[in-house]
């Protein structure tokens, strides 16, 4: 068994849509990125 390990992944944001939304809430978001956990 073994595993790799990557020290020092920073999350980072490359989009975020939509980019509003209500003020009423319930709005579904996506978020793109890269090196999420």
Known sequence: TYFIYK???TASITSVSPVRGGTGGGTTITING???P
Do not use: C, E, G
């Open 7 to 9: 020290a020092n992944l």
């Open 34 to 36: 890269n090196n999420f």
